[in-house]
């Protein structure tokens, strides 16, 4: 068959952003599924629709996930996109790599499959994008071979994934990175081997800058912070000063909660530490003469999603402050006793999140033994309609 | 048998020398220039990471290349960004503007540090999914390249990150940018009976329509849509192949606005709707470029400095917002799902 033209998406070849048909292109000049790829997606491009059929279901041995199977409804014309798999690769901690274990991921990814990568998938993973069933197996046979493992889908554990932490971030309130290997180490079987109502994701954020948005993108967020007051250098705070930052209209006035003090004379910055709620804003703006306080640990949240099917969530305080250290058992015993109680209650595809709004946030807490705190509410309850525990009342 | 649980590769083992030496140590950082950051330790180390927009899906040669960079100019380190930016890690600093002269010359955009506008975190569209309502890459390219002034500053208001996502799975951050791109609906799906009964977990798929617009029909053991509940969601094609609702005449784009994740002055917020339908036009999507910029300009023209756009809709009010932006306000702005009441405005303070 001679080679298709695609006017459209050469068009997307030009403009200074790099082009990913570009990228298309250049693994098409050596495989025939990503040149399919371009002559289908060009085709898509006319029709104004996609040319994937509804869902498909294909994996290696010994996983229930990780493989999200892909077949075009056109495979008569586009032939070597008749199957088009993608293979999710955890990727390491923050995204840190080295040249030669990025190298020996396209060695054998060119081996076996298109060409074509996401670096990376929203949830963190390394994705393979596009290869026919057969070489499922081998492919993963070689990435365990060469230390890596696959990633998760379906109703399982997913990837966790981290920010840059204290590898590189002065903000860093716990050790995110170190936080994301082990609980990924931990819960291999539970990534692996989907056995739950539905999806789980954790993320960690170092602080509540949260900069793998973790109250938006996952059903456990865990939010570094810190329990004592912000740390202030008088000496930066002048230099800062004397650099022409307005303090007072930069950095004081839009403190949420007016807990900063500026000394105009002095050109001093102060704070009223138990005012404070560490929104992160006078540390963004002047990194170097204000830091986090001294006693580090980590706001864990619960019940981030997106819309589908109740609307969508930002995940909610549920242990306003927990030490983040190794090896991480308070939250490890948090976790199994809240995966006990979705596992038992969830109904078929119901995210934790709206399970407990469709429990009711106090038969939440009472059945995992959280105790109540006000950090859990931006306001109580506006209607009387309390339900009291019989055992709570006068018998 | 090969292994199985293995997990990931040990990060500690990919970090580069100077991380490894100052890990946890870091005392400050500056921009010295756009796409650049300077981390200093408290021993005095420095290492400055040069940031690079990549378009996400690339090819192993586009790998392949920014290894042989970073062989050239960081010791074979790199990383990746949560908004899928390439991370070049340089600690000598005698090699940073080399480096940057041969990205410039590559033609490899650096930017999207600090108060700039970053990578758009987006999904897979028409290159691999099968329920998206729009393609995802080709409009990123195409609001990428009508932004990409945006890109190597970092002189706005405020950060701007704008997110794209195929349909209302919004995978990814479309529920909590500044400007969000998301694919739409806006026709009901048509029940194929036959495909229903072949293999369809009925009750599932009745449970997964918010609106309760779908519900059994054991007489025909199929499902009968409720259209005037639909609202085009597309979760039972999700649950269901013969829920069939890609409609290239009516799928294409809405526009929300507003959203955030960090806790900075003002807690995380929901992108709102602001424009609910523009057409899918393929390659270039002229009308969603031409919304984009004109939200961002009127935000850069009129926001304080250090507001995000949510931040800056909050203080001059929505009503404001529509009549600075002249987008016209219209029925399918007011919510009507089960949390829309919180959504009125129960005061009569207001602007005219």
């Known amino acids: 068959m001679p080679d298709k033209k695609t006017p459209k998406l050469d068009e997307l070849e030009h403009g200074p952003w790099p082009s990913f048909v570009t990228e298309i292109k250049k693994a098409a000049v050596r495989n025939e599924s990503a040149k399919d790829l371009l002559n289908l997606l060009e085709r898509s491009y006319d029709d104004k629709r996609g040319h994937w059929k509804h869902g498909g279901i294909v994996g290696v041995r010994g996983y229930g996930g990780g493989v999200i199977g892909r077949y075009t409804d056109l495979p008569e014309e586009y032939p070597h996109v008749a199957e088009f798999h993608t293979m999710r690769v955890n990727a390491p901690s923050a995204w840190f790599y080295k040249t030669e274990t990025l190298r020996t991921l396209c060695d054998i990814w060119e081996k076996h499959g298109s060409g ?73 079987d539970e990534l692996h081997r989907p056995m739950w109502p539905y999806k789980f994701k954790f993320k960690m954020s170092g602080c509540a800058n949260d900069c793998v948005a973790a109250i938006a993108r996952a059903d456990c967020s865990i939010i570094g912070t810190w329990r004592d007051s912000i740390r202030i250098d008088q000496d930066q705070v002048k230099a800062y000063a004397e650099s022409g930052l307005d303090i007072q209209g930069m950095v004081c006035d839009k403190c949420p909660t007016r807990a900063l003090k500026y000394d105009h004379e002095k050109k001093e910055l102060h704070v009223i530490a138990e005012d404070c709620s560490r929104c992160m804003h006078c540390i963004n703006v002047m990194p170097k003469a204000v830091r986090p306080g001294k006693e580090k640990g980590a706001t864990i949240l619960l019940g981030g999603k997106s819309t589908i099917v109740q609307s969508a969530f930002l995940s909610w305080v549920i242990v306003p ?66 339900f009291w525990p019989q055992d709570e009342i006068v018998k | 048998m090969s292994k199985i649980d293995g997990g990931p590769p040990d990060y500690k083992k990919l970090l580069p020398p100077i991380i490894t030496e100052n890990y946890g140590q870091w005392k400050y950082h500056e921009i010295p220039r756009a796409g650049v950051l300077k981390h200093v330790s408290e021993k005095g180390d420095t290492l400055y990471s040069v940031r690079v927009g990549s378009p996400r899906l690339v090819s192993i040669d586009y790998i392949r290349d920014i290894c042989a960079l970073a062989d050239s100019y960081c010791d074979g380190y790199l990383r990746f960004t949560s908004r899928n930016n390439v991370e070049f890690l340089v600690s000598d600093e005698g090699k940073v503007e080399p480096l940057i002269k041969e990205l410039e010359a590559k033609g490899y955009p650096i930017g999207g540090v600090g108060n700039a506008l970053s990578n758009i975190v987006h999904t897979q569209g028409w290159v691999h999914c099968h329920t998206p309502a729009t393609d995802a890459s080709g409009i990123v390219k195409a609001v990428m390249d009508d932004l990409y002034e945006y890109f190597g500053r970092t002189d706005l208001p405020a950060k701007l990150k704008v997110a794209m996502a195929c349909c209302l799975n919004m995978c990814g951050a479309v529920h909590c940018s500044d400007v969000a791109i998301l694919g739409v609906h806006r026709t009901p799906p048509r029940v194929d009976h036959e495909k229903i009964r072949k293999g369809t977990e009925i009750p599932t798929l009745v449970a997964a329509c918010p609106t309760g617009a779908i519900r059994p029909d054991p007489k025909n053991k199929s499902v009968v849509v409720n259209e005037e509940r639909c609202m085009y969601c597309g979760n039972c094609y999700t649950m269901s192949p013969a829920m069939e609702i890609l409609d290239a005449k009516n799928d294409g784009i809405a526009i929300l606005v507003g959203g955030k994740v960090s806790n900075a002055r003002t807690a995380p917020s929901f992108s709102r709707l602001v424009i609910p339908f523009l057409p899918n036009n393929p390659p270039r999507w002229p009308e969603v470029t031409a919304a984009v910029r004109h939200i961002v300009e009127t935000w850069l023209n009129n926001a304080r400095k250090g507001e995000r756009v949510g931040e800056w809709i909050e203080r001059i009010g929505w009503e404001r917002f529509f009549s600075l932006t002249e987008i016209p306000f219209t029925d399918k702005h007011i919510d009507d799902f089960i949390f829309s009441r919180e959504t009125f405005r129960t005061t009569a303070a207001f602007k005219y």
């Not at chain 1, 090896?327 to 934790?352: Q, S």
Request: net charge negative; glycine share 8%; hydrophobic share 30%.
């Open chain 1, 116 to 188: 074509l990568t996401n670096v990376h998938g929203s949830t963190g993973d390394l994705i393979f994008l596009g290869m026919k069933t057969e070489e499922l197996q081998t492919t993963y046979d070689e990435l365990s071979d060469a230390g890596f493992d696959l990633g998760g889908s379906g109703s399982c554990l997913r990837s966790p994934s981290c920010c840059v932490g204290p590898a590189r971030c002065e903000s860093a309130c716990y050790d995110t990175l170190d936080v994301c290997y082990d609980l990924t180490s931990s819960y291999q």
């Open chain 1, 321 to 386: 402050f927990m030490k983040m250290e190794p090896p991480y058992t308070e939250l490890k015993e948090m976790v199994a006793k809240i995966w006990d109680w979705w596992d038992e209650n969830g109904k078929t595809r119901e995210r934790l999140g709206e399970l407990i709004y469709r429990m009711g946030m106090t038969k939440f807490l009472r059945e995992v033994g959280l105790p109540p705190v006000p950090q859990m509410v931006f306001r109580p309850r506006a209607n009387p309609y309390v």
